[in-house]
């Protein structure tokens, strides 16, 4: 049997977690108005009057209301020189205000009334024109205010949210450590309850209840576990699978903590791994080892994915997307969204920085056989990178 997997209970794992010691800070209101700041400088670069943003994980970064789109309108307007204003339900002030963590004017709406014709005489006062729009902002929000302003010259407000977004701050980055090293304690924990026959409901549902009793915000966040043949399909196959002996073991979950994300992927074996097991795992953490010494800053990100692929090819995988091999892109930012600005993949040129933060996941498919993904996250450094969480040292002992 690999080392660690097996020999616990559920009932065990979970009696032994506490929440977790030493949490990170909260994002303070000082660096929420350094954010808007920012913006503001971005804005000023693209010549953008305003932007607005939508309920979503950017409401959350500028404004630390952490709410999600529904469709009613929930937005922040910034104005390019002054304060922000908010635009929300009337009967959501109360909630509105618990949420709010920076200084601004409300503006509120009624149940009957237009959000969007709200939004237009609120640029109307503030004299402006040019609005930048939040790239999640849903389209039918987006319709609605060109129909209530139709005088607004839209354009993309990318370039203001990811410039903003994708560089993390120190607060930003321990929070983040403190959401992977949570999950990893998770990932530890859950292959001590495999058993022969356990089924993936079984473990999903502990992997939930032992992040809650870490201190998640909700939980996990998203959870994976594939056994077997379902590990060679990146995000699994519906239905329920039931453990047995020899096979492949893929376990992909994540939590938030204020809102900040983890996403850690973990592949062993419950049993002695087969010849070609170890071949495919050896291959998959020479390629993710390859990723992570590649980075430094001024390097494209589409040069992380290549470096990847080059390893991969080498040893008779792909090439480019085929299968057996890589079938996604390398890595992907992570922060208040599990996805987000810029991507380790062909074609985004956007050079690394530090604070940049992504995952390190070049997953091998041999299809209908088994897949292997080993993913970790890193931050770049002004030399390099650093791992959030140390990557599995062996096939064999996935974890310390």
Excluded at 130 to 136: E, G
Excluded at 207 to 225: E, K, N, P, T, Y
Excluded at 268 to 290: C, I, L, M, N
């Amino acid at each position: 049997m690999t080392s660690g997997i097996g020999g616990s209970t559920l009932e065990a794992e979970l009696a032994a977690l506490r929440p977790w010691p030493n949490p990170a800070p909260a994002i303070t209101a000082a660096e929420r108005a350094q954010r808007l700041a920012r913006a503001q400088a971005l804005m000023d670069e693209i010549g953008a009057e305003a932007l607005i943003i939508g309920a979503g994980p950017s409401l959350r970064y500028f404004t630390g209301v952490g709410w999600n789109a529904t469709e009613r309108l929930v937005a922040m307007i910034l104005p390019r020189e002054g304060g922000p204003v908010m635009i929300c339900p009337r009967f959501e002030l109360g909630s509105l205000q618990a949420s709010l963590g920076i200084t601004a004017t409300i503006a509120l709406w009624e149940e009957h009334e237009n959000p969007y014709a709200l939004v237009a005489d609120e640029l109307r006062k503030l004299g402006r024109r040019t609005l930048a729009i939040d790239p999640a902002l849903p389209f039918f929000a987006f319709h609605g205010l060109r129909k209530a302003a139709p005088d607004i010259a839209p354009v993309d407000g990318a370039p203001i949210v990811d410039g903003c977004r994708m560089i993390k701050s120190s607060a930003e980055l321990a929070l983040m450590r403190q959401a992977k090293a949570m999950t990893l304690e998770v990932h530890r924990r859950a292959a001590r309850i495999l058993s022969s026959g356990i089924t993936t409901t079984v473990v999903r549902r502990f992997i939930d209840q032992a992040h809650r009793a870490l201190g998640a915000d909700d939980g996990s966040s998203f959870c994976a576990v594939q056994f077997g043949v379902a590990s060679a399909y990146p995000h699994g196959l519906p239905g329920e699978q039931r453990l047995a002996e020899g096979e492949i073991v893929l376990i992909d979950t994540g939590c938030r903590v204020q809102g900040y994300n983890s996403d850690i992927t973990r592949t062993y074996v419950f049993g002695t791994p087969s010849a070609e097991q170890r071949h495919v795992w050896d291959v998959e953490k020479r390629a993710q080892a390859a990723a992570f010494a590649a980075v430094k800053p001024g390097v494209p990100c589409e040069e992380i994915d290549a470096v990847a692929r080059r390893v991969l090819e080498a040893a008779g995988f792909g090439p480019d997307y085929a299968l057996p091999g890589l079938p996604h892109r390398t890595g992907h930012g992570i922060g208040l969204a599990i996805h987000e600005a810029p991507y380790l993949v062909r074609g985004d040129k956007t050079p690394l920085a530090p604070g940049m933060c992504f995952s390190n996941e070049p997953m091998i498919v041999v299809p209908e056989t088994f897949g292997v993904r080993l993913e970790d996250h890193f931050h770049v450094t002004t030399d390099g990178a650093a791992w959030f969480t140390q990557p599995q040292p062996s096939l064999d002992r996935p974890f310390e």
